[in-house]
């Protein structure tokens, strides 16, 4: 057993923090499509939008670890959790398919994702059919070499901004969650219909969106993988965006526990730096001990999808530490911060809502519960 | 590992894990476990680890398809048939 990162993995994840931190110095969130398209492009420029592709599709051909420890770097010095959200679920839950089952057709698109110019959405989730996928109504008729997709998906990330859309439908109703297929679907397509940003409470700087498919012949050389296997591909993506695309938040609490020792080794109240409190002290404690705990989990899951092996456990206790952790790191925060860090200056409450939808997105903390305990045997 | 081996293993397994022991002793081997989601996107999740972990059978996700998880009897058939393939270089 080996807990050292390899000096090639050190010197990458310090490149990219400081590349991170040098393009996004200025940086806040923002919403225009427009300017968030030009933070996408700053993200490509270091190779973030492209890192587990491989070389010849325009990325760098990394493992689920180090694409990991990139988004990592990504979280630990950008403060637009959204803009590192949304890179990463279209890196990992759309990227990812697309060169693992995609036809030659569909990986032609690979190189402009892996550029930051071609964005992709993940369009799963609809109004019935939430953790349950098996639930999807969305339907794809085949007829010949093509597919007409009928359906809405309810919450697509960088749906506002995205060129494609990797869409799950039913194409054999008896079979359940293995009668769905998955399909990359250009968004310039006839019948794909994007709806206004939906209003959210946090991760700004990605733009989400209703799609509707509506009567939208997509050809059969976009289908991902054969007829039925759109359940597999897309517990497949999960894993690979339950372990790496967390690691952000990794990223986020490191960012937020310095800036916690900072305030507190500063901030004096009694005649005496309140970090002399220990009521402040074990605080901070506990923030960091949540971090290293939920960092190792998440290395270790990263690197059992590196050995090819999915281990359902290990990616939902990764992603349970990591959301939980990082939901009661930033309420912490908050308190450390008193009332500074509720005015949206301090930077803390944006972390707050950006880390809240956390134990929701990519499956619900009560979902991953659901299967470690299962697991376990209960 | 026989179809013999594998076959009791993986029905213990299903009435378990997602039938509650199955008490009124209703699960067969032909049971369609897809349409009767007794197979969801959880317990699909959870027959695979099982798989991996306890009949050390990783199944390639190009196989996992409606025609191998319809019922007992197809699923012992692929996996009985992974085991039986030779390990790379042996």
């Known amino acids: 057993m080996d807990f050292e990162l390899s000096p090639l993995q050190r010197e990458r994840y310090a490149g990219i923090n400081a590349a991170v931190a040098e393009r996004f110095a200025e940086h806040e969130t923002c919403t225009d499509p427009e300017l968030v398209r030009l933070a996408w492009k700053d993200a490509a420029s270091i190779g973030l939008t492209g890192m587990c592709l491989p070389e010849e599709h325009g990325g760098a051909g990394l493992g689920a670890l180090d694409t990991a420890l990139g988004l990592e770097a990504f979280g630990r010095s950008c403060s637009d959790m959204g803009l590192v959200f949304g890179v990463a679920a279209h890196l990992l839950s759309c990227a990812v398919p697309v060169w693992e089952f995609g036809t030659d057709a569909a990986r032609e698109l690979l190189a402009g994702m892996a550029a930051g110019d071609v964005i992709a959405g993940n369009a799963m989730t609809e109004d019935e059919a939430g953790s349950d996928v098996g639930r999807i109504r969305t339907t794809a008729k085949g007829s010949g070499d093509a597919y007409v997709l009928e359906g809405e998906k309810s919450f697509v990330s960088n749906a506002p901004i995205a060129d494609v859309f990797v869409t799950y439908a039913v194409t054999d109703p008896a079979a359940g969650f293995l009668g769905i297929s998955a399909f990359a679907v250009p968004r310039e397509l006839d019948g794909v219909v994007v709806g206004p940003p939906l209003p959210k409470m946090g991760l700004n700087g990605c733009l989400a969106a209703r799609v509707r498919f509506e009567d939208c012949v997509v050809p059969a050389r976009y289908r991902l993988g054969a007829e039925g296997s759109g359940g597999a591909i897309f517990q497949h993506s999960m894993a690979w965006e339950r372990g790496c695309l967390f690691a952000g938040y990794l990223g986020l609490m490191e960012r937020q526990l310095a800036e916690c020792v900072g305030r507190t080794t500063r901030r004096r109240q009694f005649g005496r730096k309140i970090a002399g409190f220990q009521a402040v002290s074990h605080r901070i404690a506990r923030m960091r001990q949540r971090l290293e705990s939920a960092r190792l989990l998440l290395y270790r899951a990263c690197w059992l999808l590196d050995q090819g092996r999915t281990d359902v456990g290990a990616i939902a206790m990764a992603k349970t530490a990591v959301s939980e952790a990082a939901v009661a790191n930033s309420l912490d925060a908050m308190q450390l911060f008193g009332a500074s860090g509720y005015l949206a200056d301090a930077g803390i409450e944006e972390q707050l809502r950006d880390c809240l939808p956390t134990t929701v997105f990519s499956g619900t903390t009560e979902i991953q519960l659901e299967l470690i305990a299962r697991e376990a045997g209960l | ?90």
Do not use: C, H, Q, Y
């Open chain 2, 1 to 90: 590992m026989t179809l013999d081996e594998v076959t009791p293993r993986i029905r213990t397994f299903i009435a378990e894990s997602f039938l509650d022991g199955d008490p009124k002793g209703e699960l067969t081997e032909s049971t369609p476990l897809l349409e009767w989601e007794v197979l969801n996107s959880m317990n699909s999740a959870l027959l695979l680890n099982f798989l991996r972990e306890e009949l050390r059978v990783e199944v390639p996700l190009a196989s996992i398809n409606a025609a191998n998880f319809r019922d007992i009897t197809s699923i012992s058939k692929l996996v009985s048939g992974l085991t039986a393939v030779p390990a790379e270089g042996a």
